[in-house]
């Protein structure tokens, strides 16, 4: 079975989420989605969660799109074992532009109002990120053959595979704004940056502060 790089825990690649127009690591979007489908309670990136339900999020149409190729291999456009970002290709750019969350869906999870408004207007983001998106216009890509990856190597499996363990990986899932929290230590370092990105707006610092 073809192993996908844009699927395992070994990826390196980033990507520019454009529903919060923040850079992003995809291997932790990715163990994000097995969570949320696996229907585990995850209480960070609730505005995340939110866009993978609704059908917004890049990561679940980037699984999708590879899990619905007909039976031949689809390419693996997202994955890199060198730190680097990768940009979104068009045909998913198009699949979530006009896609809006529902109020009943938006309603079940503890968003902030800076969430909630980038939840619902993603569209000018994402029509931004297509005018220089690979395969706009109907032009072709480069096909990327998924790699054989040697898991025992780097002591790790493909993220369907990984045990869901929270307390683990629980920092790879900061929220993009900090919420209202009882604190019984004072806040670190890392704490204040965080509150300082938020609040100037910078959601790719917030959202990787802790990573």
Same mark, same amino acid.
């Given at each position: 079975?073809?192993?996908?790089?844009?699927?395992?825990?070994?990826?390196?690649?980033?990507?520019?989420?454009?529903?919060?127009?923040?850079?992003?690591?995809?291997? !932790?979007? +990715?163990? %994000?989605? #097995? *969570? /949320?489908?696996?229907?585990?309670? =995850?209480?960070? @990136?609730?505005?995340?969660?939110?866009?993978?339900?609704?059908? +917004?999020?890049?990561?679940?149409?980037?699984?999708?799109?590879?899990?619905?190729?007909?039976?031949?291999?689809?390419?693996?456009?997202?994955?890199?074992?060198?730190?680097?970002? /990768? @940009?979104?290709?068009?045909?998913? %750019? #198009?699949?979530?532009?006009?896609?809006?969350?529902?109020? !009943? /869906? %938006?309603?079940?999870?503890?968003?902030?109002?800076? #969430? *909630?408004?980038?939840? $619902?207007?993603?569209?000018? @983001? =994402?029509?931004? $990120? %297509?005018?220089?998106?690979?395969?706009?216009?109907?032009? !072709?890509?480069?096909?990327?053959?998924?790699?054989?990856?040697?898991?025992?190597?780097?002591?790790?499996?493909?993220? !369907?595979?990984?045990?869901?363990?929270?307390?683990?990986? #629980?920092?790879?899932?900061?929220?993009?704004?900090?919420?209202?929290?009882?604190?019984?230590?004072?806040?670190?370092?890392?704490?204040?940056?965080?509150?300082?990105?938020?609040?100037?707006?910078?959601?790719?610092?917030?959202?990787?502060?802790?990573?």
């Amino acid at each position: 079975m073809a192993k996908y790089l844009t699927l395992s825990s070994e990826n390196q690649a980033q990507t520019v989420c454009p529903i919060f127009n923040a850079k992003t690591k995809v291997a !932790s979007c +990715m163990l %994000l989605r #097995e *969570r /949320v489908w696996a229907g585990t309670k =995850i209480e960070k @990136r609730q505005g995340c969660q939110v866009a993978m339900r609704c059908g +917004m999020c890049p990561a679940t149409a980037i699984v999708d799109r590879i899990g619905k190729v007909n039976g031949q291999l689809a390419s693996d456009d997202y994955g890199s074992l060198e730190p680097k970002v /990768v @940009r979104i290709h068009a045909p998913i %750019l #198009e699949r979530i532009k006009s896609v809006i969350p529902l109020k !009943s /869906v %938006l309603d079940q999870y503890q968003l902030t109002p800076e #969430e *909630r408004q980038m939840l $619902q207007t993603t569209r000018g @983001r =994402i029509e931004e $990120q %297509l005018k220089t998106a690979p395969g706009r216009d109907g032009k !072709s890509t480069a096909y990327i053959a998924p790699q054989k990856i040697d898991y025992a190597l780097y002591g790790s499996t493909p993220v !369907s595979k990984r045990k869901l363990d929270i307390d683990r990986e #629980e920092a790879d899932f900061e929220v993009a704004v900090p919420r209202t929290v009882v604190r019984t230590q004072p806040k670190s370092a890392k704490d204040n940056t965080i509150n300082r990105a938020a609040m100037t707006g910078d959601m790719s610092v917030a959202i990787n502060a802790a990573a």
